[in-house]
T-cell receptor
């Protein structure tokens, strides 16, 4: 079946621009996660949704980062007034109900110039 | 919170040899330990996982062992092939959905 998909795959933004990154989880998966992966590092937790409820956003690095999942399916990670330190790969993962295993999408590589 | 250490950071082996990657964790509440393979330009792919109620799990050429007392777990790949070349990440979580922590990764190169 179809896995987690993310778009765009690559995004180049000028410093100060706003960006929106999209995640389509595996159909029926209840939990959705966003991670940030810096070059040469493991993924770091940003935020977590169960259905449409954002249950944890403690990993978001600043108030410029905002995530939503209004209908409990597709999610969008928005970064306002991008800075160079926001350059990274942003990964989305999903899990079915009652399961711990997380399944990742291909990621969006964001480059802020 | 959980802290996961992974080593080595790079590993080069000859095709057909075995490869071992080791991780340690700090939180004794952690009870689920997945391993991911990440190829260039792709997202992490779950390749094997283990729960704390077992000490070893095997799937064809890959196996994972867990020592809860010592808080460490390892990935073993036998009969390595060039297509095994990738970055491998270990992770640990207590099963709460917001506390999975990843190691820094091991870049495995299998030389033909």
């Amino acid at each position: 079946g179809a896995g987690v998909s993310q778009s765009p795959r690559y995004k180049v933004a000028k410093r100060g621009q706003d960006v929106a990154l999209r995640c389509d989880p595996i159909s029926g998966h209840v939990s959705l996660f966003w991670y940030q992966q810096a070059l040469g590092q493991g993924p770091e937790f940003l935020t977590y949704f169960q259905n449409e409820a954002q249950l944890d956003k403690s990993g978001l690095p600043s108030d410029r980062f905002f995530a939503e999942r209004p209908e409990g399916s597709v999610s969008t990670l928005k970064i306002q007034r991008t800075q160079q330190e926001d350059s990274a790969v942003y990964l989305c993962a999903s899990s079915p109900a009652g399961r711990v295993a997380q399944y990742f999408g291909p990621g969006t590589r964001l480059t802020v110039l | 919170g959980e802290n996961v250490e992974q080593h080595p950071s790079t590993l080069s082996v000859q095709e057909g040899d075995s490869a071992v990657i080791k991780c340690t964790y700090s939180d004794s509440a952690s009870n689920y330990f997945p391993w991911y393979k990440q190829e260039l330009g792709k997202g992490p792919q779950l390749i094997i996982d283990i729960r704390s109620n077992v000490g070893e799990k095997k799937d064809q050429r890959i196996a994972v062992t867990l020592n809860k007392t010592a808080k460490h777990f390892s990935l073993h790949i036998t009969e390595t092939q060039p297509e095994d070349s990738a970055v491998y990440f270990c992770a640990a979580t207590s099963g709460n959905n917001n506390d999975m922590r990843f190691g820094a990764g091991t870049r495995l190169t299998v030389k033909p």
